[in-house]
């Protein structure tokens, strides 16, 4: 027995240190490196690890596998492959213009070599031809998927290839790096500028563009792009996006729109495109979204109605503004509506280190800056200077070398205060808003607590508000486009895997058109149950459960059932050192097959489940504590631990203890004394857990690179610095705290 495990070892260190031939000469010389790339490919293709993946991650496999067969010349069978990935990405043809750009370029070279014609005349034919294969629904992405940057991936591939200088040998991992960048090159400089004028040739073709620049009554510029199909002559309702991220995707948004028979417009904010206004996020779209709306409605190609679409900052735009309600808009549908003030750029009041990286991204030029923003090292190694450093959060934005008002300016609000409470409806403003809307969220969605925010307010304050929520296994992106197949390397049922496009058109349909109902919409809460391949539908978000455990803090071996009150009050004792930057990360192991990260927490574990169990809605309960500070950040996990031993992260929660009972007034904590801290805005989820399973449940400490720290002083967070950290943070965690886990039962 030791001799085999021995020999697997061997092995497995044998298939990590593999190398592959690729001489010094391919670096300097790109005729030798032409020759030699076909060569790579073909062995990396042949790979036990690459083979590996066609059992454990189907999507990666096929994207691997396609992208290998170009760089090998097999351009038949990397058709093929990219076939089957998009079949695999999502039902439907949903998918059928992902990675299209790679597609066009192997048709041509197919057309190249059958037809004896030149490249040139290759790609034309096999772009006509493909492109006219095309649904209406998936030609909207065309022109962006072709939009390749080529001195961007000249540099990546220059990058990949440096790498090698002085080496006649390079691993698997590095060689699949260079194939990637490689083909990125050779594809994008291969087929441009030739593709887009193909491109922007059959655009012109099926669409009128336009685009304008409008004066408001401050005076400030705002861009708006407006697309119509050419067949539609007469008046029709105009659907509005209102777009940050000004760039290709204004065109694609007006076309998305135009091709469902609507008119597409989109504004972007001030600052952007043609605006040499400032550009201050958030801030000015109540008050500049009334005045395009009263523009739209007034010309000639609109009927008068107006409705509204879009997700994150686009959702949020949509609240914005109803915030000042124009009579010309009739429905909203806000898809992954940032909760400004609430989610983002801090969530439950911990301000998050994201809020710089996205800040540059939309205010470095009048565009979108993808190379910084993508540029993940980057930003993770400024993320880890700042939190190694022990310097205030304040910091951040000096530590990046580019010193950011935006950000400090965010920094001065640390509560729910009026700076945020009038960028979009508060309170009693949701009485007023009486136009039927719908809202698309995820249970992996970024900003579902945002959205559900805006969809709570507005049923609390306008006991008849015409607001409709749809809610699935869906990340941030999936809620405003389709169902991926794979959420988090997961399966989700098929009966979650429709187009949220398709969803809201047909909602405006039947508002703007008096068309039909959406059929998924037979109550107001729409959600997915994961592992039942079902949607339910109840009045209210209250109404998705029928009943609740709580979990109190106590391990089930300690305890008849962690599900009962404890019979003796008690306490676990944390400690956490913010002095300490050079923590190594700790796990427990919850089965034989997997374990969850338990840094800076402590975890409670269930006793097995003796039968079926659906879990439906959001945590709540709330947390006894008593500490040695006046406050510090909670960070809360709910997982299950799956009968294959494999874990399932059910719902999240992370809070501010001063900020937990009222999030625009902060309350500090007493040293020493034994405080309740409410658990409130944590993730949804509706799952069925299997007899069988167990749950493991984590509390403790918010510190990462990720969010602020804060190191309980009762100062202004964003001011403390390491000098602040005294002692370390004790906590005692007492028994008769609990999570109340919601429960749906038939």
Same mark, same amino acid.
């Given at each position: ?129 493909? %492109? ?9 992405? /065309? ?44 594809? %994008? ?20 563009? $336009? ?12 861009? !708006? ?18 777009? !940050?991220?000004?760039?290709? #995707? ?26 040499? =206004? ?93 190379? =910084? ?53 508060? @309170? ?38 015409? &607001? ?13 486009? %389709? ?17 949220? =496009? ?53 391990? &089930? ?45 402590? &975890? ?20 006894? /504590? ?5 406050? #510090?950040?909670? =960070? ?16 999240? &929660? ?29 993730? #949804? ?37 390491? @000098? ?15 999570? $109340? ?6």
């Amino acid at each position: 027995m030791k001799i085999r495990i021995l020999l697997a070892l061997i092995f497995v260190n044998l298939l990590q240190a593999q190398k592959f031939y690729f001489p010094k000469t391919a670096v300097t010389d790109s005729t030798v490196l032409d020759k030699q790339m076909p060569l790579l490919a073909s062995k990396l293709i042949t790979q036990p690890r690459l083979q590996k993946l066609k059992n454990t991650n189907k999507i990666a496999f096929s994207d691997n596998l396609f992208r290998l067969q170009m760089v090998a010349k097999d351009y038949k069978k990397s058709v093929a492959t990219l076939s089957d990935y998009r079949n695999e990405f999502a039902d439907h043809s949903m998918a059928g213009n992902r990675f299209i750009a790679y597609e066009f370029y192997s048709l041509a070279k197919l057309a190249e070599e059958k037809d004896k014609i030149s490249f040139h005349d290759a790609l034309q034919k096999a772009f006509n031809k493909k %492109y006219e294969s095309l649904t209406d629904k998936l030609i909207t992405k /065309v022109n962006m998927a072709v939009d390749g940057d080529v001195a961007a991936a000249r540099k990546l591939l220059k990058e990949s290839l440096d790498k090698q200088k002085d080496k006649d040998s390079i691993d698997y991992g590095t060689a699949l790096a260079l194939c990637n960048n490689y083909l990125n090159y050779k594809t %994008y400089s291969g087929i441009k500028p030739q593709i887009m004028d193909l491109a922007k040739a059959k655009e012109q073709e099926k669409f009128i563009i $336009e685009t304008k620049d409008l004066k408001t009554k401050n005076g400030s510029t705002l861009t !708006i792009t407006i697309v119509r199909k050419k067949e539609n002559t007469s008046p029709l309702p105009v659907i509005l996006t209102n777009n !940050i991220y000004a760039g290709p #995707f204004d065109t694609y948004f007006g076309k998305r729109a135009a091709i469902y028979n609507y008119v597409g417009a989109v504004v972007n904010t001030r600052g952007k495109r043609n605006s040499n =206004d400032e550009n201050n996020p958030f801030e000015h779209e109540s008050q500049d979204i009334y005045e395009v709306i009263d523009w739209i409605s007034k010309q000639p190609w609109s009927n008068g109605k107006v409705g509204m679409i879009g997700g994150s900052y686009l959702g949020f735009s949509q609240w914005a503004a109803v915030k000042k309600l124009h009579p010309a808009l009739k429905t909203i549908v806000p898809q992954v509506a940032v909760g400004i003030g609430i989610d983002y750029p801090a969530q439950n009041n911990i301000f998050m280190s994201y809020m710089l990286q996205w800040i540059n991204y939309v205010t470095n030029n009048k565009l979108t800056d993808e190379a =910084d923003f993508n540029n993940s090292t980057k930003w993770d190694s400024i993320n880890t200077a700042w939190y190694k450093s022990g310097k205030s959060f304040r910091a951040l934005d000096t530590i990046s070398g580019k010193p950011n008002k935006i950000f400090q300016r965010w920094l001065d609000h640390p509560g729910y205060d009026e700076y945020w409470q009038k960028m979009v409806p508060y @309170k009693e403003d949701f009485a007023n808003i009486n136009i039927p809307i719908l809202t698309t969220t995820g249970y992996y969605d970024d900003d579902q607590i945002g959205a559900l925010s805006y969809f709570k307010a507005h049923h609390q304050y306008n006991k008849n508000a015409n &607001h409709y929520l749809v809610m699935g296994p869906y990340d941030h992106g999936g809620a405003q486009s %389709y169902g991926f197949t794979y959420v988090g390397g997961r399966p989700i049922d098929t009966a979650a895997r429709i187009s949220i =496009d398709d969803l809201a058109f047909s909602w405006f349909d039947y508002i703007l058109k008096n068309g039909k109902k959406p059929e998924l919409l037979k109550d107001k809460i729409n959600f997915q149950v994961m592992n039942t391949n079902t949607w339910k539908h109840v009045p209210t978000l209250e109404k998705m459960h029928t009943s609740t455990v709580k979990f109190y803090l106590q391990d &089930h071996k300690n305890a008849s059932s962690v599900f009962n009150q404890p019979s003796e009050k008690n306490f676990v004792k944390q400690t956490v050192d913010f002095k300490n930057r050079d923590q190594k990360d700790t796990y427990y192991k919850v089965s034989k097959v997997d374990s969850v990260k338990t840094t800076n927490s402590i &975890h409670f574990e269930s006793e097995v489940l003796d039968k079926d169990l659906i879990i439906s809605g959001n945590l709540s309960g709330f947390f006894n /504590v008593a500490i040695n500070k006046k406050d #510090f950040d909670t =960070d809360t996990y709910l997982y299950q631990v799956q009968p294959d031993g494999k874990t399932f992260l059910l719902s999240t &929660h992370i809070v501010r203890a001063s900020y937990a009972k009222n999030n625009a007034v902060r309350q500090l904590l007493t040293p020493g004394k034994i405080e309740q801290i409410p658990i409130i805005n944590s993730i #949804f989820i509706s799952k069925k857990i299997e007899k069988g399973s167990k749950l493991v449940l984590l509390v403790g400490v918010n510190k990462t690179p990720s969010w602020q720290i804060n190191y309980g002083t009762g100062k202004d967070v964003s001011d403390e610095t390491i @000098k602040d950290a005294g002692e370390p943070l004790e906590i005692k965690w007492y028994n008769d705290s609990y999570v $109340e886990i919601p429960i749906y039962q038939e």
